[in-house]
């Protein structure tokens, strides 16, 4: 597999002003036409807000993915942004993944809400790998990082690269350091994390996208203010000094569930 161009975008989307998000997004793809994949971070679209989303939301067929299309394939470029979306009568806090023809390859639906976001949005039921530029996607959203089965079980399904898109804020930023870096170290898989920067409604997000290899380490980072970042990634480049012992495959060898027996107290 020839090497993978990605763009991280981290930036502070306008609240509420979705029309301003995706020019902004088409400005960034216009800016990187040599990128396979631009990622952006939850909800950008929309900005990250749990009120007032009946205004907000998106149909997988309307004008708004329609328009973010457009802009994928006059680039040649393929996405994945944040959004709430309309879904079975209630509202999903999704990732949206759209390929280099500007085809709608698949949403997924956040499976692990957090705090307020539970009142707000609906739950995702299944987990996502999708194929954008070549190379098997396993998509998380925030929350959803924070839980080793989430990553556990897109590798197993066949991920090639873990990719989290977040709005993770103060003072969890260095919560998702260490699980971004656990989540890649214990799949032996790339992992891309783009998170928001700023202050928004409610929160002061915490910034931190990062490209954690397959080993575990920071081969970018990007800090707490806004900033794009374009890598090229040999998605199959490890260290020259650890054990090849994290490779997918080995997850087969994963003895799960196995019963807890609880010791009796004295």
């Known amino acids: 597999m020839k090497n993978l161009n ?9 609240l509420r002003d979705i029309p301003r998000n995706i020019e902004t997004l088409s400005g960034i793809l216009a800016q990187h036409q040599r990128a396979d994949l631009v990622v952006f971070p939850e909800l950008f679209l929309s900005g990250y807000t749990t009120s007032g989303l009946d205004e907000l939301a998106l ?15 006059e680039r040649s470029t393929a996405v994945i942004f944040g959004a709430p979306e309309r879904a079975a ?4 806090n999704s990732a949206f993944c759209i390929d280099r023809h500007g085809n709608l390859t698949g ?7 957090f705090g307020e ?4 949005f609906i ?13 098997k996607v396993g998509l998380l959203i925030c929350f959803d990082v924070e839980f080793p089965e989430v990553a556990r079980s897109l590798a197993l399904a066949g991920a090639d690269l873990l990719v989290t898109i977040s709005a993770n804020m103060e003072p969890f930023g260095r919560d998702h350091d260490v699980f971004s870096i656990a989540r890649a170290l214990e799949n032996g898989l790339p992992h891309l994390y783009v998170n928001q920067v700023g202050t928004g409604e409610t929160f002061v997000f915490s ?13 970018a980072e990007t800090g707490a203010s806004e900033k794009v970042v374009a890598l090229s990634l040999d998605l199959h480049a490890r260290s020259e000094t650890k054990p090849e012992n994290l ?11 196995l019963p807890v027996e609880l010791a009796p107290k004295h």
Do not use: M, N, W
């Open 6 to 14: 990605v763009v991280l975008a981290q930036l502070k989307p306008k």
């Open 59 to 73: 149909d997988p067929d309307g004008p708004e993915v329609r328009e973010v299309s457009r802009a994928a394939r």
């Open 89 to 92: 009568g209630a509202i999903a």
């Open 107 to 113: 949403v997924y639906r956040k499976t692990h809400l």
């Open 117 to 120: 976001e539970r009142g707000a």
């Open 123 to 135: 739950a995702g039921d299944e987990l996502l790998v999708v194929d954008l530029a070549g190379v």
């Open 207 to 219: 910034g931190g996208t990062t490209f954690v290899s397959a080993d575990g380490d920071h081969l």
């Open 247 to 257: 490779r997918p495959q080995y997850l087969q060898q994963l003895r799960s569930p």
